[in-house]
């Protein structure tokens, strides 16, 4: 299957920093990737769809303003958390949609652990 | 997206097969069935999906109900890395556009 990367791995900022988490479809061009959140033992909520050359679309309750997203290439989608507070601190997963044969396949990236102190 | 149920947890001898239930009643005629598996810490993984047929790869077989109200994977050989998360998901292709449910912890005991 297709490779998507994630990075950092993890990362540990102080509360009011903000902090940047890169997402690499690695060997496809993806025109659309998703932002997930994971908060322990829960499941993976959908925070965002990534748009190249558009702007993301949020799902509802998610804040824009706080979780930025910019899609500038066909394969790197970036997720800003700004401001970061220890209620942000959790597991962010992105996905890239691949398209083949009139199939769209959705590959994950191995997750970001932000930890806000 | 159509909503699925899962049961929340799973035991599975090492060896044996894996079957893992999932209704999905409310299935819409172009939603595909999927199944993804997370295990701790990393991010999803998928395994396999279908539309109406039976399908099988080198991971593992989707059976899906005549109706499409249900479906199952089954892991024939479950291995202690088959130890995860796994989740049935219904969408329909051309969004690509996954809603996480609460999936099924499965465990593989020796």
């Known amino acids: 299957g297709a490779v998507v990367s994630q990075h950092p791995s993890r990362v540990i900022c102080k509360s009011g920093t903000s902090v940047k988490i890169e997402c690499r479809s690695l060997?496809?061009?993806?025109?659309?990737m998703f932002w997930y959140r994971q908060f322990p033992k829960q499941s993976l909520m959908l925070m965002a769809t990534?748009?190249?050359?558009?702007?993301?679309?949020?799902e509802q309750g998610v804040e824009k303003d706080k979780f930025l997203i910019n899609h500038a290439s066909l394969t790197l989608s970036t997720l800003t958390v700004t401001s970061a507070h220890p209620e942000d601190s959790s597991f962010y997963i992105c996905s890239a949609l691949q398209t083949s044969e009139g199939h769209n396949e959705q590959f994950f990236g191995p997750g970001t652990r932000l930890t806000v102190l | 997206d159509a909503k699925t149920t899962q049961p929340p947890s799973m035991d599975c001898a090492e060896g044996r097969a894996a079957n893992l239930p999932c209704n999905h009643s409310t299935i819409s005629g172009n939603e595909y069935v999927y199944w993804y598996r997370q295990i701790h810490s990393q991010g999803p993984q998928y395994i396999i999906h279908g539309l109406k047929n039976n399908e099988t790869n080198e991971m593992a077989s989707l059976i899906i109900t005549e109706d499409r109200k249900s479906s199952t994977l089954i892991l024939p050989h479950a291995t202690l890395r088959d130890t995860a998360v796994y989740y049935c998901?219904?969408?329909?292709?051309?969004?690509?556009?996954?809603?996480f449910g609460d999936g099924t912890t499965l465990t593989v005991k020796p």
């Open positions: 998901i219904v969408r329909v292709s051309i969004t690509g556009k996954s809603t």
């Open positions: 060997d496809f061009q993806a025109t659309t």
């Open positions: 990534s748009n190249e050359g558009s702007k993301a679309t949020y």
